[in-house]
């Protein structure tokens, strides 16, 4: 395929480090795919961006080096020590195609403004690299709910409303939408914040014959939940409660122990888990900011479910992992998905891509199975 | 549907207990079909026998009555107090309709002899109860495995080596399947023992033009390990072992604790992992008889899994059911099924239940969510 | 002994009706007293009172007759049917010991007379019944927590207001201990409620020379961590974090998961936590209500702890048990030792019973181990 | 204290280079000493050699470097990358101190050759580096059960048949003691072999007045079981059964899945919790090899146990861990608190250091909490 740009909202986040320092080794060859769905036996026929066809920069508002953020992650056990040494070097030329992000609290000018940088900055990256075209995924930590507007309404009244001293009609995350469509690109949502879940800002997608996909990776609990209902409402066991304990350590975990940001997170699970069951359930969910678990992720379920005559039984996972080692290979499929979609003229919500997602776009499909099936027959006619 | 029989080789043991009462509870809709398959939406429209069609007979060694049998189940709590009260007048009905089963200790003629009676028992049974046909179903415990005999390889090398007084020929539960297609049944096998797996048996089935399908009910711990696999395949995350440990109590504890009679149940259990894998994994496995458990039976699984750039990550479960009331349901699924693709002429092994045993016959998918998709267009083709 | 009076306040609460249940099974010998602590071959030669020895009364502001609750307590597994079915005709003689307690929404006069009419039932129970003494218990259901106030600081200033109509001075818990130390009776807090823990409480204790223990019974997550922790502090082992999370069903669930009632009990099992590692540590707690679980409890708990080297390791436990199952017979060991402590003139917080206890009264001493120890060589003194 | 020598038997074994990893580490203050036992609080005024007052030298059958076992070690976690670049230098010293250790399979000479050879080699290391004694540990591989001989029941028998050319009277593990018994050093089992399990090598120790611990040391499952079992005994709650399943990598894992070398472990690990419940119950236990752990090790137990009214209930734990990181530190405490007992003239076993291993020799405590009581108030004697 022609050569293609990822441009990370976020990028020097665990996620974006993850996925930028895997990339980097997988193109050299020196780590197999594994975690790379798009990698796989399946998608051989596909036309999809080859790893070495993929460019990466990115905004982000902390300007941390990526290389002492790999180290870190090294440190704590998401990247081998072999690996970050190998790709060390390469780490830099990535470096110099990270800009400043846009958070309304640094920002003087007017969300237009705002905006206008931000899609200059991705259009120069595409210019400089001699790109076809740009996926920009957004990575960055979860947004507090922010407040549905009148102006969100449609594209005239969220630009006039942007264009105003003073005035932030938008949350980061859609102004980062904003800009990405305004530069031609197709956009993913890898979080929970409200990114493009505005008619205004589809109405611009659409304006822009673009495709987009969101929202929320679907990494570890959810991934889950949408491997295992199924298993019970096709046996026709009557679940009765999925209760939810998740152990954050990190930045995320701090991000979601505070309630208003868990919002947008629990809802996010809360809406797969009744439409797999087909009806609510008791389903109590919380997420505990753990620091010393560190990068770990630890989910513990427990379903308590009805079988023949009544009789009651249960299950209960308890779910070990490393969510950016989780996330960061999806990343890459869906820049990869994203891109060779936007090239087969692909436009709106790609509900096919909803295997990635914990809350889809453009479709309502939760069970896991059935998404896998879906995405390799689409993929089939990309 | 026309008058069903259903005839169970282990009538009075929990899982036939409890399908018993199940069925008779349900035929007097006191209970909603929880834990059965064929109750579902998706199979409104196939013609299958209604609960009140289904008439139950069966084989059995032990004497016990079947009243007593669900008295015991009604303490160790997989059929409710007020479910029994409600059934016990009926059990004795059906206990009319158990006749004893065969075992070699205690049968001093010719196998040819013993399969004849019991053929006979069928036949009986049949006429008596005027049925359309007669579904047999194995849910006797498991046996310690057979050794493979030149005679099992053609049905004329069989029935001499039948006939010959004082030769055992054949395990129990193949002497069960010669009879009941001599009588002109379908065969399920929801055990790991013998039964039809052998050629022989298997050309009697085609000559008889009967289908036939099995083995070993998937109740528990590879069910989940059929739900799960997938995610891990589909998600490219690579699992490194997949450890098991069983507990059970009641009668399978004891006897699958008995290392030759585990050695079916590990050996069906183990062929499903690999296949649904892709590859050998390191899969430790283990059967304990924990009595105090009575009929609960509690699996714990570990599986280890490699993620992106090769960091180890891990799920646990534990699996906390009551196997009768699993299995029973599932009887009477098997039991409409069966006889639906009887009634539509359908011949040999049923690959399209798969989604129903621990080691299909008939096909190779393992795959919970594909085999139910099967089994739904199958059942739509009745 | 000499007879003595078990008063409940709860009476008809699951706690209670357990307990009831099983003293009345005990003492027709048909149950062994496992949970019993008192029951052991440690305190043979204590001066208890018999099973026999002791009657039951107690309060409650709801009507249910005990046979109903106990009923229904059959159907949920705590008592088995056949106990059930055996005590049944004695419940009533507890029932008739049964009077109406009090709480401030339905009570008209001043809280002096409530108190008053409380300890007149006592005092008619120890009449009726040739009681030595009477052991008040507090099993009922936990209250949101009180405000503390100024008139809580002496007895005199308390007793000044119980008697101002329309005053709401004191919680109920508290004006159940008011009457109890009024009616010359010993006191134990069972529940995390206010109850004792108020100065002039326990001034009125001091001067009426009576004993008191508490509080918050120990029955389950709080008894694993009193039991755990010290391996991890007596190892030298670095606890990180311990977190909890716990599924209750039944009334409990409903009352705990409203977050101004929960904040008692959490309170109350926090306190230990730290106690027992000698630091504060990462512990978020939560408690759920899963109403199908009905009087199950499951606790789910997993600690992140440190080793040699600053390696981390982790343990999970998964607790499930029935709280009233593991109440009850504390409930009833309480009344013996708190009788036997009475008699042998023991007056004040009763340190020695913190083995019982989630948040004990009377000492700092949270090890389980240590505990238990305490409670043996005191009893020895009795 | 004097200068006091270390003498590992499997000096190059993992929990050795742990060991001696940490104890230059903890020489040079980069670490604190956490999981160290005898750095607590409570020992502060017992005279226990210093950090740098221990020199450690072994026997070892392999010749891989130390250096290049303590750097495996740092790639599978147990040690972290920092220390081993800090300890590195120093590891070559002690490489100095580590000579052949004996195998029969690679052993020409008697076995009291072989016996005088390692004496020699213990002795050359105390006068080498002038100490006052040497504490010898067995941290070596658990070796296949040794059939027991006449020859074993005395001393004089026993040097007989070592003498005899061709003769294997002795496994390595014994032959090891008698070498350390010979050289005058305290020896300590922390495996489950013979070792000093032999009525001659008794004599022996008593003929030298040595003092001699063990065994096996108690790091995990059997850690917690002797934390939890005396929960379940003074809360008078009947546990039923108490299975254990333990998934190993490593070298350890290899060994144990052996059947014949997981015998010994086994026997050692169902002792005690015999012990611990005041009965037999029902108590499968199992130890996997699981490759893909590394040196990690994982322990699931369930226990299902009745309570009051006979209900039953349940506890489930999962014990993730690093067993050098959880060895290691007590192979220091060892060489310190048998090195204080030396000093002090304590001889023959010492019971008071029960709290460190799975089959105390000289006491039948088994409690974790009462065994270490016992260690401290013992250490207060010394």
């Known amino acids: 395929m022609a050569p293609t740009g990822l441009w990370l909202i976020g990028a020097r986040g665990s996620v974006a480090t993850t996925a930028i320092t895997g990339l980097l080794a997988l193109r050299s060859g020196i780590v197999p795919g594994v975690g790379c769905v798009s990698a796989q036996q399946q998608f051989r026929k596909v036309p999809l961006p080859e790893w070495d066809e993929i460019h990466v920069g990115g905004h982000d508002i902390v300007d941390t080096p990526l290389e002492k953020r790999a180290e870190l992650l090294a440190e704590s056990g998401v990247i081998p020590h072999r690996i970050f040494e190998a790709v060390r070097p390469s780490l830099s030329e990535v470096e110099d195609n990270i800009r400043p992000g846009y958070h309304p609290a640094t920002h003087a000018g007017t969300q237009s403004d705002a905006a206008r940088t931000l899609t200059d900055d991705i259009t120069a990256f595409a210019r400089r690299n001699g790109l076809a075209r740009v996926v920009v995924i957004n990575v960055s930590s979860t947004e507090p709910v922010f407040p549905a507007l009148p102006e969100h309404g ?5 630009e006039a409303a942007m264009a105003v001293p003073g005035r932030t009609v938008l949350p980061p995350s859609s102004v980062a939408v904003y800009a990405a469509l305004r530069a031609g690109c197709p956009f993913v949502d890898f979080t929970p914040s409200t990114g493009i879940r505005l008619a205004a800002l589809q109405e611009l997608a659409k304006k822009q014959r673009l495709p987009y996909a969101g929202s929320d990776g679907k990494t570890g609990e959810t991934l889950m939940r949408s491997a295992l209902a199924p298993m019970f409402t096709t046996r026709a066991l009557a679940v009765r409660s999925w209760t939810g304990t998740n152990l954050l350590g990190g930045g995320d975990g701090r991000t979601l122990a505070d309630a208003e940001h868990a919002s947008s997170k629990l809802q996010s699970k809360g809406r797969g888990l009744s439409t797999l069951l087909g009806r609510e359930v008791t389903a109590p969910l919380h997420i505990d900011n753990v620091p010393d678990l560190g990068e770990q992720k630890i989910a513990w379920d427990h379903v308590s479910f009805e079988g023949f005559l009544g009789v009651r039984m249960s299950l209960q996972f308890t779910w070990t992992g490393y969510d950016s080692s989780l996330a960061a290979p999806l990343v890459l ?35 896991l199975g059935e998404q896998f099936a879906n995405l390799v027959s689409w993929a089939e006619t990309l």
């Open 333 to 367: 499929d869906l820049a990869r998905f994203t891109a060779a979609a936007h090239a087969a003229g692909h436009t709106g919500p790609l509900g096919s891509l909803a295997f990635f997602f914990k809350d889809p776009m453009g479709t309502d499909e939760h069970r």
């Open 154 to 158: 449609s594209l005239d009244t969220l």
